[in-house]
Antibody, heavy 121, light 106 residues
Framework: EVQLLESGGGLVQPGGSLRLSCAAS????????MTWVRQAPGKGLEWVSS????????YYADSVKGRFTFSRDSSKNTVYLQMNTLRVEDTAVYYC??????????????WGQGTLVTVSS | EIVLTQSPGTLSLSPGERATLSCRAS???????LAWYQQKSGQAPRLLIY???SRATGIPDRFSGSGSGTDFTLTISRLEPEDFAVYYCHHYGGYRPFGQGTKVEI
């Protein structure tokens, strides 16, 4: 059974940093791309970033480019989203999702339950 | 930049009725890169349809997807009580926008 467990969310002040983690299990981690999608309170889904199965290719939404870094550790079956220079508008539930293949642009076939990030003073 | 516009914003129907949800792209998109997700209140999204019309594992056949170019449709042939939720279309591939969602309510 595929499981994705996000952690690391919390309350942070504007300009601060936070690192989200997503521990994956139930599939061969190195074969699949991973993605972060966020959802602001009461709003729709917004794609944030994707990483290829090997970690060599990453893509970012314009809204987070230069501030967020997506990485993966195959020894721990875990992906990370390092979020720097956080803004109030980054407040959202952040979902980790598994790609359907190793290609970072593929559809998302499994999702975690999400972790809430609140950016506020 | 591709923008996906879903309509209607809210669809009020009864169990047993047919639901037709629309997703329109601002420019022609690769037809094989269109997916639909269902999200129930307080839950993570769940994949329903990928490649415009392929059902994901375990998705009942009352859900179907169709379309091409700029116009795509998700149809729920007979609504079950558990189908009342928010539905999002998603263009994957290069740029990866989601539509703003359609809420299907009783």
């Amino acid at each position: 059974e595929v499981q994705l467990l996000e952690s690391g969310g919390g309350l942070v002040q504007p300009g601060g940093s936070l690192r989200l983690s997503c521990a994956a299990s139930g599939f061969t981690f190195t074969n699949y791309a991973m993605t972060w999608v966020r959802q602001a309170p009461g709003k729709g889904l917004e794609w944030v970033s994707s990483i290829s199965n090997g970690g060599s290719t990453t893509y970012y939404a314009d809204s987070v480019k230069g501030r967020f870094t997506f990485s993966r550790d195959s020894s721990k079956n875990t992906v990370y989203l390092q979020m720097n220079t956080l803004r109030v508008e980054d407040t959202a539930v952040y979902y980790c999702a598994k790609g359907a293949s190793g290609w970072s642009g593929d559809y998302l076939d499994y999702w975690g339950q999400g972790t809430l990030v609140t950016v506020s003073s | 930049e591709i923008v996906l516009t879903q309509s209607p914003g809210t669809l009020s129907l009864s169990p047993g009725e047919r639901a037709t949800l629309s997703c329109r792209a601002s420019q022609s998109v690769s037809s094989i890169y269109l997916a639909w997700y269902q999200q129930k209140s307080g839950q993570a999204p769940r994949l329903l349809i990928y490649g415009v019309s392929s059902r994901a594992t375990g998705i009942p056949d009352r859900f179907s997807g169709s379309g091409s170019g700029t116009d795509f449709t998700l149809t729920i042939s007979r609504l079950e009580p558990e189908d009342f939720a928010v539905y999002y279309c998603h263009h994957y591939g290069g740029y990866r926008p989601f539509g703003q969602g359609t809420k299907v309510e009783i």
